[in-house]
């Protein structure tokens, strides 16, 4: 069950690479064209996900992921954040005039959830939110990033900790 941004106390990723072993992201119709001819794409009922091949994603390597940014889903770059388009108050985030309902999968776990209702993920969601509509080149609080990510990722592990977000479906 999803979890309100608002109710989220912290998260960080440390790669332990498991999201990309249960899961079989979520692609657009855009990323499915781009990566169809890796032939680790499939379309069912309408919908584009990435394979599993052996139970784990093709495109992981020991548990980083392989991908360049630029071609890296953007659900995986979000997860385990989620942004909807419908939502409760707690999962309201408001940004330049627009509404976003953004909740967190809590299977990752490096993600804390409180019970009180103050944010303290904000940095994090409006990263998340830039992602979504294309104006972030990549997220260096991505969820199991590339390998050259992987310094830069250490250095801001404090910063991660109080920041993050999220995921669109
Ligand atoms: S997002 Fe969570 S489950 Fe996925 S690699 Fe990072 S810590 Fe692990
Ligand atoms: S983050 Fe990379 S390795 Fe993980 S599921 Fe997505 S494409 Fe596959």
């Given at each position: 069950?999803?979890?309100?941004?608002?109710?989220?106390?912290?998260?960080?990723?440390?790669?332990?690479?498991?999201?990309?072993?249960?899961?079989?992201?979520?692609?657009?119709?855009?990323?499915?064209?781009?990566?169809?001819?890796?032939?680790?794409?499939?379309?069912?009922?309408?919908?584009?996900?990435?394979?599993?091949?052996?139970?784990?994603?093709?495109?992981?390597?020991?548990?980083?992921?392989?991908?360049?940014?630029?071609?890296?889903?953007?659900?995986?770059?979000l997860f385990p954040f989620v942004i909807l388009k419908k939502g409760s108050d707690d999962a309201l985030f408001e940004f330049e005039d627009r509404e976003y309902f953004v909740y967190a999968d809590p299977f990752c776990p490096n993600l804390r959830i409180k019970r009180d209702c103050t944010p303290s993920v904000y940095s994090a969601v409006k990263e998340a939110i830039m992602l979504f509509e294309g104006r972030g080149e990549f997220k260096l609080l991505t969820s199991n990033q590339p390998k050259e990510l992987q310094s830069l990722n250490n250095t801001f592990s404090i910063v991660r900790g109080r920041n993050k977000i999220c995921n669109l479906s």
């Open positions: 069950m999803l979890v309100p941004w608002k109710r989220v106390a912290s998260w960080h990723c440390n790669a332990c690479g498991v999201c990309c072993r249960v899961y079989k992201p979520k692609l657009t119709l855009y990323e499915y064209l781009k990566l169809r001819t890796t032939g680790f794409v499939e379309e069912k009922a309408g919908k584009f996900y990435l394979k599993k091949v052996g139970g784990r994603c093709p495109f992981q390597r020991g548990n980083l992921c392989s991908l360049q940014q630029t071609i890296k889903p953007l659900s995986c770059k």
